[in-house]
C-alpha cells in the first residue's frame, strides 16, 4: 500500500511529465508555421536581435520543421518509461540552444525556455536511478581491451588525414 507521500509524488511527477510533454509536442506542431510571415518592418517594438534571429528562421522552412520534429519527438518520449530520459536529453539540447538564443538574442521567450528546461531537470531528478544506470553505461571502462594497438594506428592515421584534409576536399 502507498503512502500519501507516495502518492503525491506519483502525482506531482506525471502532472511535469504531462505538462512538459504536450507543450513539446504543441511547440513541435507549431514550430514551421511560427516563422512563416515575418514582416520585419512591422515589428519596431522588437530587439534588432529578436528581428535578426526570427529572420534567420523565417528564411528557410526547413530549420524550423527540423527542430519541430525533435520537440515533437522529445515530447513523446517523455510518456513512456523506456524512452524518457532519452526524450529528456533530447529536449535538454534543444532548450539549452533555445534558452541561449532567447538570451542572446534578447527574445523575450527566455523565461518560458528556462521554465520547461527547469521541468525536464525535475523529471530527471525523479528518475536519478535510471540516470545513474544511463550514464554508468555510457563511460563504462573496459579494463580489458585487446585493441590498443589498433587503437593506436587508427588514431595516427585519424591525424594523417586530418593534416592533409585540406588539400583534398
Request: overall charge positive; glycine content about 4%.
Amino acid at each position: 500500500m502507498k503512502t500519501i507521500k507516495e502518492k503525491l509524488t506519483y502525482i506531482i511527477y506525471w502532472i511535469i511529465i504531462f505538462i512538459s510533454s504536450s507543450s513539446m509536442i504543441i511547440y513541435g506542431i507549431l514550430k514551421p508555421f511560427q516563422f512563416e510571415s515575418f514582416p520585419i518592418n512591422n515589428n519596431s517594438g522588437l530587439s534588432e536581435g529578436h528581428k535578426l534571429m526570427w529572420s534567420f528562421y523565417s528564411y528557410s522552412a526547413t530549420y524550423p520543421i527540423v527542430i519541430g520534429i525533435c520537440e515533437l519527438i522529445g515530447g513523446l518520449f517523455l510518456l513512456f518509461n523506456r524512452t524518457r530520459i532519452f526524450g529528456c536529453i533530447l529536449l535538454t539540447i534543444l532548450l539549452s540552444n533555445i534558452i541561449l538564443q532567447d538570451y542572446l538574442y534578447e527574445i523575450k521567450a527566455l523565461n518560458t525556455a528556462i521554465y520547461y528546461q527547469l521541468l525536464i531537470i525535475i523529471i530527471l531528478i525523479f528518475d536519478k536511478e535510471k540516470v545513474k544506470k544511463v550514464f554508468r553505461e555510457l563511460f563504462r571502462i573496459n579494463r580489458k581491451n585487446k585493441n590498443i594497438p589498433l587503437l593506436i594506428v587508427a588514431l595516427i592515421i585519424a591525424i594523417l588525414f586530418k593534416l592533409f584534409e585540406n588539400k583534398f576536399l
